[in-house]
């Protein structure tokens, strides 16, 4: 059974730092494509980043140079480092993991972690 559990939200606040963690079990971890995406409230769930099994990435545009999506693939662990939070940031991040980088970035087909509460609030 493919569980994907993800850690490190927090109320932070804007111009800080979080950095995610999703630790996958249940599937050969190398293999595949993960992604961190978010949902606010009110809104619909919205790709933020995504990374290969070969280790490309994309980022979302509201994220470029702010986040970093990196894997370890010895711990199966997906991390996304959040730096110079804004309050637009707030929302849950999910994690996904999907057999291809493809159907990661389309969210299809994918396995979802329960997500992980960021608030980014003075």
């Known amino acids: 059974q493919v569980q994907l559990v993800e850690s490190g939200g927090d109320l932070v606040q804007p111009g800080g730092s979080l950095r995610l963690s999703c630790a996958a079990s249940g599937l050969t971890f190398g293999a595949y494509g993960m992604g961190w995406y978010r949902q606010a409230q009110g809104k619909e769930r919205e790709l933020v980043a995504a990374?290969?099994?070969?280790?490309?990435?994309y980022y979302a545009d509201s994220v470029k140079g702010r986040f970093t999506i990196s894997r370890d693939d010895a711990k199966s662990t997906v991390y996304l480092q959040m730096n110079s939070l804004k309050p637009e940031d707030t929302a849950v991040y999910y994690c996904?993991?999907?057999?291809?980088?493809?159907?990661?970035?389309?969210?299809?087909?994918?396995?979802w972690g329960q997500g992980t509460h960021v608030t980014v609030s003075s």
């Open positions: 990374i290969s099994s070969g280790n490309s990435s």
């Open positions: 996904a993991a999907g057999r291809t980088f493809q159907m990661t970035m389309q969210g299809r087909n994918v396995y």
